[in-house]
């Protein structure tokens, strides 16, 4: 590590210019483009992002309070359970604007450093080096694929739930399968079945009317394996209005969602597998099921009241909110 | 109903102070999550952005066909119209013994008749956490109280004489005057902590059991139900009985509906419990599992519900 400690002394010196000194090793090129970034194979590891912490955090941390970014240990646990990346990355809280921490942190570095916490804060490279599996989007599935792995009832779901990525106009207001609880899947399509669910077209009615229980628990069980894709781009280059938005969002659902929805005390962020998990879930599916839960059409006594206590702009700014964030230190 | 969160706490003092001391810190961190245990906000939040400020109409049934209508009042850190001039003393007699700091009695609408189980180390960190709040100003509307009190509150020294002083918690059965929570010996550790927390902290009973004509939980009922709607519904039996309570229900049933709200037939509840289950789901493991250890022993009371299960 003989390379990350001389240049940490040449940053610390506050000599020579940040952006091209480094680049981590088995890395393309950085590029600050937002859809690159996200396909690209850069694997950083702890010695990439170290001399960063020591310029932009450690006149606070952890004198202040938090974590020394300096001690692997400390680092990597603040990787894992998705505070660094959302404080640095999504919403730019840390260093605090305003600070000159915060005028001299590049986007690159940001970007580096949401790498890092993407690949759950890797101290070495793997012995062999490429992608790790949490840091890059995960590809939609071609048509080869869907036709020879996919079981044959899960297909015609694609149509419209489809499993790849931002969904197309027309289909926003479908939820995506993919990641979700199986038993809150199931539990669903039991409803849609019975209709004491009533899809306000209609067709989930239809289609689940005519599943088997049998086929329903294999569809649950299969949509939860597939993992979740969507929002794991690893810049979310929100706009200023987009930010406040998610602020907002974030707030409110502090008070009201995050205790059952996405409670890092919990398994799979839900504290029951019937519950849903909402972190990077379609926002207008989301907003329009809590309008429906609003004016009780969508029938639970215990979402009613935690509905009908929010405008339609808070319910919003969730929505929004939930659409953005990514899930906490685990897999979906 | 809305609560605060520390997260307004800390933007606070990021930018104000140069950090919090350690312990400062964590008691501000106890407090918080005492306060959304025993849900103040439930109460005392009417609108989330304006924490604490009180406001909320509370319509409390205190006998048959008779309907007080309270509004809860602003207990922000506001000097003028919260809490801001109180002490920590003044917090904590309100707790222990209903009475507020200008020396007159609160009406157990307060639910201080199990708050006076808190302890005074609790208690300072909830105050803590309280009066680290923003200010909310606020004058909150006067409650209706007429028949058959007329807003008369010395007459709750009588209520307190005759109802308080006596122990009443069948299985606890404590001191037999206000004062916080003492453990029984005999009983393990989690089963203590859960006693103290749906009794004091939680303050189950004061939905849960019925009252006698005087308005006080009847001792030998205790968590049988409730003999009055809270709002549109009745707090059902939760004790053990096999027919009219929850004794077919499994530990894990117990903390799964503490965690989630999803009873073993699939039924939620709503309303008010919707509210608990919001703070339920918030508290640690560990003190979920203890609640479940003290409500899995409550004495079996064949209660029928009145508004039918």
């Keep these: 590590m003989k390379r990350a ?12 210019d940040e952006s091209g000194s480094h680049k981590p090793v088995g890395a393309k090129p950085e590029t600050t483009s937002t859809t690159e970034s996200v396909a690209t194979d850069a694997v950083t590891i702890y010695a990439d992002v170290r001399p960063i912490f020591a310029a932009h955090c450690s006149a606070c ?30 919403e730019k809280s840390m260093p605090p604007p305003g600070s000159p921490q915060a005028a001299s942190i590049t986007s690159d570095e940001r970007e580096a450093i949401g790498r890092w916490a993407n690949a759950r804060g890797p101290e070495q490279l793997a012995a062999a080096p490429g992608p790790s599996t949490r840091s890059k989007a995960v590809a939609a599935p071609s048509v080869k694929e869907i036709e020879t792995t996919f079981p044959s009832e899960a ?31 199931l539990d669903q399509l039991q409803r849609f079945k019975w209709r004491e669910r009533i899809d306000p077209t209609n067709a989930m009615n239809e289609i689940a009317g005519e599943l088997s229980e049998e086929v329903m628990g294999n569809l649950s069980k299969y949509f939860a394996t597939r993992p979740a894709f969507g929002n794991l781009s690893m810049t979310s280059e929100l706009t200023d209005s987009e930010s406040k938005l998610f602020n907002r969002g974030h707030v409110i659902s ?32 989301l907003r329009n099921q809590m309008l429906y839960f609003r004016d009780n059409e969508r029938r639970s ?17 969730v929505a929004f909110y939930f659409s953005v964030v990514r899930q906490t230190n685990h897999e979906r | 109903m809305k609560i605060a969160h520390l997260g307004t706490l800390f933007v606070l003092l990021h930018f104000t102070s140069t950090g919090l001391p350690q312990n400062l810190t964590e008691l501000l961190v106890r407090g918080e999550y005492l306060v959304n245990a025993a849900g103040c906000a439930d109460c005392h939040t009417l609108k989330h952005d304006r924490p604490f400020a009180g406001g909320v109409k509370i319509d409390a049934t205190i006998g048959p066909g008779l309907k007080l209508t309270f509004y809860s009042p602003n207990i922000s850190s506001d000097k003028v119209t919260g809490i801001g001039d109180w002490t920590e003393a003044n917090f904590i007699k309100s707790m222990r013994e209903g009475i507020s700091p200008n020396g007159s009695y609160y009406y157990p609408v307060y639910p201080w008749r199990s708050y006076t189980k808190i302890t005074d180390d609790d208690a300072r960190a909830m105050f803590a956490y309280l009066r680290a709040l923003p200010p909310i100003v606020g004058f909150t509307p006067k409650s209706n109280i007429g028949f058959p009190i007329y807003n008369q509150r010395w007459l709750m020294w009588f209520w307190k004489t005759i109802f308080l002083n006596r122990s009443n918690d069948p299985l606890v059965n404590l001191q037999t005057g206000p004062g916080p929570f003492v453990p029984l010996p005999s009983k393990s550790e989690s089963w203590n902590r859960g006693a103290y927390l749906v009794e004091g902290v939680f303050h189950c009973a004061e939905c849960h059991s019925p009252r006698n004509a005087g308005g006080a939980p009847i001792a030998d009922q205790w968590m049988a139900g409730s ?9 059902p039996n939760i004790t053990q009985d096999l027919a009219t309570g929850l004794g077919s229900w499994k530990r894990v049933d117990w903390l799964r509906f503490l965690a989630s709200g999803i009873s073993p037939d699939g039924t939620q509840p709503g309303g008010e419990m919707a509210q608990v289950i919001r703070n339920t789901a918030r508290l640690n493991q560990a003190d979920r599992a203890a609640m479940v250890d003290y409500l899995m022993l409550l004495a079996s009371v064949p209660r029928k519900n009145e508004g039918g299960r």
């Excluded at chain 1, 931002?166 to 926003?172: H, I, V």
């Design chain 1, 5 to 16: 400690y001389l240049l940490s002394l040449f940053l610390i010196a506050g000599c020579g």
């Design chain 1, 61 to 90: 941390h952890p004198a202040r309070n938090g974590p020394d970014w300096l001690d692997y240990a400390q680092a990597k646990r603040y990787a894992e359970n998705n505070i660094l990346f959302r404080r640095v990355v999504t």
């Design chain 1, 155 to 185: 297909r015609s779901c694609l149509n419209c739930h489809g499993l790849d990525g931002p969904q197309a106009e027309g289909k926003l207001r479908i939820p995506r399968l993919a990641g979700q609880n199986a038993p809150y899947l």
């Design chain 1, 254 to 285: 502090r008070q009201y969602c995050v205790q059952c929805h996405m409670n890092p005390i919990y398994p799979r962020g839900t504290s029951d597998p019937k519950i849903p998990a909402l972190a990077g879930q379609s926002e207008q599916y």
């Design chain 1, 301 to 317: 006594p215990l979402m009613h009241e935690y509905a009908k206590e929010l405008k339609k702009s808070e319910i919003e700014a």
């Design chain 2, 227 to 235: 003999s009055f709607p809270v709002g549109k519904r009745f707090p």
